[in-house]
């Protein structure tokens, strides 16, 4: 098992607990540093990137479809 899945494996656990980040880390010998420093580097990335370039008013913040802004003024 790479160290990604083991920490993968983490997360999930952790997800399923119901615990905070810290409880969690306290129960399984963690340092929290490490934990969060895995769940960010885990977790899914934004497209707020990859959508400016076409169009300055879309964003996929949470990658879950395209937000359109109305901005007051602007067509």
Request: charged residues 15%; contains cysteine.
């Amino acid at each position: 098992m790479t160290k990604s899945e083991q920490w993968q494996q983490h997360l999930n656990l952790w997800h399923a607990s119901g615990l905070s980040q810290v409880a969690f880390c306290q129960q399984h010998n963690i340092a929290v540093h490490n934990f969060q420093y895995w769940r960010k580097r885990l977790s899914p990335k934004t497209n707020l990137t990859k959508n400016q370039g076409s169009d300055p008013y879309h964003a996929d913040v949470f990658g879950s479809g395209t937000t359109t802004i109305g901005l007051a003024g602007v067509d």
